[in-house]
Structures are given as C-alpha cells and as structure tokens.
C-alpha cells in the first residue's frame, strides 16, 4: 500500500520555541538537571476559562497545538482525529491515584479521573472542532505516534474525496514518572548541559523530555512542503536487521542510500544504542546530512513528534541550521529525508518523507 | 453562619480552581450554575465530593442535590443543619 499522507500544517509545543516556529533555536532552551520541560503557550486562545481551569498542563498543550495546527492548515472540522500517547495525561492520573489512597478510595473527585484518560485530548479537540468522525487513541508506548501515522495511511487509502486528518503525539514529563524512569536507568547518572547529550554517548541513560506534536494530513497535496511516504517500526531489532528494513524500504520507494539527503537522527545519547546508532551512521552516504534532535527535545515515547515537526520545518525553510548538524553531508538539496528514531528500549522508528514541490 | 460562608467560598475557590477569584467576589445568593459562577455539570460532582470531604455530608438523591447546591447561601444552611464533621 502506498498512501502519501501530506503535512498540510504542523505545529509542535516542546522544551524549545516550536510553537512559534519563527523563533525556533532563538536561543536554544537548555537544562542542567535532566529534564526538558515544554514551553507554555497562550492556551487562552484555544480554551474557554471555564474548561482551562480544570485541565492539566498536558491538556492544555495537546489541546492548543492540535487546534493551532487546524488553523494553520485552513480546516476547521477534520475528517478524523488520530492521536498517539505513551501515558495520557501523567498529572491527572497521578492526583487520582494519591487522592485513591490519602481518601482511601472514598469520596473520589472526578476531574482528575475524567481528565485522565488517554483519549481526553482527542475528545477535547472532538468538542471544540465539532468532529463526529472518526477518533482513535493509539497507546503502544514508543511507536504510539507511528501506529497513529500507519491508521491515517489506511484510513486515506479509503478514501475516494479529499479527506483531511488531525494526526498527532504527546506525553508528558513529571517529577514522579522522572523519579521512576531514573530508577531504572533511563537517565543519565550525572549531571549533564541537555544540549551537549551527544557528547555523553559513552554513558548509559538519556534526559527526559515532553512534548505536543500536531499535523494535519490529507490525501491531497495544498501547498504542502512535504509527505509521509512509508512508516516502518522495528521492536529491538539487531544492527543487521535494521539496515536491511531501511534498504528496504528505500528500494520500495525507489531510493538508494546516496539518494538520502537528510537523516534526522533520534539518537538519544544512551551507550545501549550504540550498537544501532554506530552502524546506522557508518552507512549513510557522504551525500547525506545528520541531524538529530533529542539534545533539544529530550527522549520520552513519542519524541518522534518532534523529529516529524523538525523534518516539516526543514523542508519549509529549506535550510538546515547549524545547531542541529551533527555530520555535514554533500547533497545541498532538500529532496529526501529518513527519521530514525531509537527509543530506550531499542523501538525502532524509519520513516520516509519526501518534498512535495516539483 | 458568616464564618461557614467564607470558609465555603474559599473551599468552593480550591476545589474548583477558580483562578485568580477571591471569596468576597462570589453573592452569597448568587446562583452558582448558569448565569452566576457560571459551573457546569462537572462542578456539582466536585461540590458533592467537597460537601462529603468537609462537612461528612453525602447527598444521595438528585433532585435534593440541585436544591442545596443553589448558592454558597442554600449550601451553608444545609451545611449548618447537616454537618457530621
């Protein structure tokens, strides 16, 4: 099957001024203490006093960057909303659980149940767009956002007129589930400047991050920069399984390595991944460019968000900046780009965007 | 009775998160859904809890439940009469 699902919008509320997309690396945000928090936004804009002051920050963020990325693209009513979470709204679920044990499951309040739930973002913006579609929440920890993309590619392929899809991630960071993941080893021991990440690569762990990433998809090209072409997920595979699936996958497409001008790469700085990243880096050819993003997003399931936003921003602006230059490659086209996105527990995520101008 | 309405009124504040909304800022006769505070369904689930909560008052049936939760004025009376704790 080969659907192409067009980025008609994108918009992104993460550790760095995505949100403002004109701003992006204006400065660079950084941390010290292993956790990249998201930016605020004016949420107002999108959400009545009434229902803000109930909602979690991670409802707001969803919320917000899922309605702005409808603006962006011109859609007031989607055709479908497909969202990906790892864990929904943390907060919420956290507040339900104390209040279950401090009131000994008595007298329970019911917004943080309520706003717990994963699929409250979608309902949010069901509401506030009034759409009766279709509405799906994928929660499959690191491909959570990529089963998303592969629901929209079937449910495009389904489709016999112009259909546009609000298409998305979020997840979100807190001290207890930092305190928790710490625990077992996701973050690196010491302390470390987040943007220099990569330079920590011999160390075990990573930082943690969160993020809201948004993107209306259609069937139809209108004045998209680019479009999804394949989705490939890969669960702990070996270092020759995943070159062989990326071949493949290029040759499905009719590409070859040195095609490839681009890799944005979700190397997260965890030494446990070395066995991937290295060989994945060796291979590319020397026409393509590296990029990666966890320095700025930090890692968390669905940080391929963040890639997928990044790798729309670098086709509209049609430069890449020299913050986000890990090799600099031969090829000054922006034609063809890979997101490889490796999680902690070794999930793999390729995923094939190509321009959509002539 | 004074004492209990202001009391009500912050708690009533917290519980719902009403931002930035002081205690003298809300009549005690004020309707509390539609026009006045302007709650919605959602908020008499958290008033019932903040009632159990507080005063150990459960309130079981419905209809009884929109009369006392009128206005801080009605939930104080029923608070007076009615409290365990």
Known sequence: MKQLLYISAAC?????????AENFLRPVVTSDSSKL?????????????????????ILKQGITAGMKCLEDAGVKTPDAIIIGTARGSVTDMENFLKDMINMQEEAL????????????????????????GYNQTFVHRGFSLELCLLDVQLLLAEATETKHILAGGFDELTEEYFTIRNKIG??????????SLLS?????????????????????????????YSVKMLQTPGSEELQSSIQGLLSENGLTNEDIDILVCGMNGDSRN??????LIAGCSGNTTIVTFKQLSGEYDTASGFGLWLTNYLFTHRQVPAELIYKQGASDKIKN??????????????????SARP | MEDLKRTLKQQIIDSLNLQGMKPEEIDDNAPLFGDGLGLDSIDSLELMVLLERNYGIKIEDAREGRKILTSVQTMAEYIQQHRKI
């Open chain 1, 274 to 279: 070395h066995f991937l990243i290295d060989p």
């Open chain 1, 109 to 132: 309040t019911p917004t943080g149940f309520i706003q717990s739930t994963y699929n409250s973002v979608n309902g949010w913006l069901a509401m506030l767009t009034k759409c009766t």
């Open chain 1, 337 to 354: 780009i890979l997101i490889c996105n490796v999680t902690i527990a070794n999930c793999v995520a390729v995923i094939l965007v190509k």
């Open chain 1, 186 to 195: 996701h973050y690196k021991d010491h302390p470390l400047d987040s943007f």
């Open chain 1, 12 to 20: 992104s509320i993460s550790p760095q001024h995505t949100y403002d």
């Open chain 1, 37 to 57: 928090y998201s930016l605020d936004a004016d949420y107002s804009k999108y959400i009545s006093p009434v229902a803000i002051r109930r909602m979690s920050r």
């Open chain 1, 200 to 228: 920590h690569y011999h160390t075990p762990g990573s930082i943690a991050g969160e993020g809201a990433h948004f993107f209306t998809l259609s069937n139809e090209n209108k004045n998209a920069a680019c479009a999804i």
